[in-house]
Structure formats: C-alpha cells, structure tokens
C-alpha cells in the first residue's frame, strides 16, 4: 500500500511486483492505494500481519493506523517502517506512541546516505532507520 502517488507510475509499480514475486505463497495482494482507504478492503479481524510504509506525516500516520487497528486478529502484528525521531519521519514516532501503550523497534536498515539525517536518530547513533512492531492483544 502507499500513499496513492504510484498508482500514476507503472514503471514503478511494475518494479515492486517484480520485487514481491518470490513471495507471492505468503503476499495477498499489492494494491495502488491510499493505505486507509484499502483498509476498508478487507474484514475486520481478518490481517495476521501489516507493515505499514507510506506517509511519514503524523496525520496520515494516524489515520492509517486507526483504519487498519479493527482489521487486525487477536495475537497479530502490526508494524511500521522509519521510526525515528528526525524531521520529515517525527509523525511515525509520534502515532505509534498515542496509537499504542507499548511497542517495540528493530534496528532496522543501515543507512548509507551522506545527509544529515544519519545524525539525528533516536538512540541510533545516527545508522539506521528503525522498524516498529506492536503485537495486538
């Protein structure tokens, strides 16, 4: 899911479907929308697992998070990507944090860029981009 913009490049959207095809057994569907608005796609109770990896702006963060809550299954996980306290990704920590009572962050990705973000991560030392996960009682 992303935030729609790749619904108008099929270049790129062809790349992610390339990307996915050794896991298509485990991969319901890709789907060129806004995140919230797929939500409605599916029944309530119904995801075992979702990553989250679209807007980093608090309000969308939130409305994505509100929307896919019911759809999850008791003992499910939740997760998202960029959780880091830097400008431009803030709204990711930020909703996470009302969203849920607890979390929990992976490392993540090494970040090899050469800007200044790298300096500003949460307790990171500035080298990765982390991950966060809730498991849904």
Sequence with gaps: FTNG??????AILEQINKKFESVRDVVD????SDSAEAASLYED?????????????YADVK?????WKPKMKSGSIMSGHD????PGTDGVFKAVMEEFSEWNVHRGTKFYGNDDREKNMIGL???YFPSWWVKIP
């Design 5 to 10: 913009n790749i619904a108008n490049r099929p």
């Design 29 to 32: 569907k890709i789907i060129a």
């Design 45 to 57: 109770n119904s995801i075992d697992f979702l990553f989250i990896d679209a807007s980093h702006e």
């Design 63 to 67: 409305k994505d998070i509100i929307a």
């Design 83 to 86: 959780f880091c306290y830097y």
């Design 125 to 127: 030392d500035g080298k």
